[in-house]
């Protein structure tokens, strides 16, 4: 019963940030790619390995359990990761060194 007020806590915050992170006026382009050898996408590692990578402006959620590192590649990022809402600038890469073994649930590449 706690865990699910708390997802439903987390879900609130989650729909009440995105509503502050975009704008009405944009368009929702965010798509997820083949990462291939290209390092401007924004990369994440997940699941013990696993890999996804993102490309284009606007807001998607990819709900990636255990995320281990992320970077922006050329892109500003803004992300709900676990329970903290963090920003990347261009370029910039985090890694989960206290194997906190956070989810990624909300990307919004501007």
Known sequence: MKRSVSHLALTAVAAGVMTVLAPVSTASATNQTSCGDRDDFVKVWYN???????????????????????????????????????????????????????????????
């Open 48 to 110: 013990g390995g696993q890999t996804a990578c993102f490309a284009n402006a606007g807001v998607l959620a990819p709900q990636l359990p255990n995320v281990s590192r992320i970077t922006s590649g050329n892109n500003n990022i803004e992300m709900i990761l676990g329970n903290e809402v963090r920003t990347m600038a261009k370029w910039q890469s985090i890694r989960d060194v206290e194997g906190l073994n956070s989810t990624l649930y909300i990307l919004q590449i501007r």
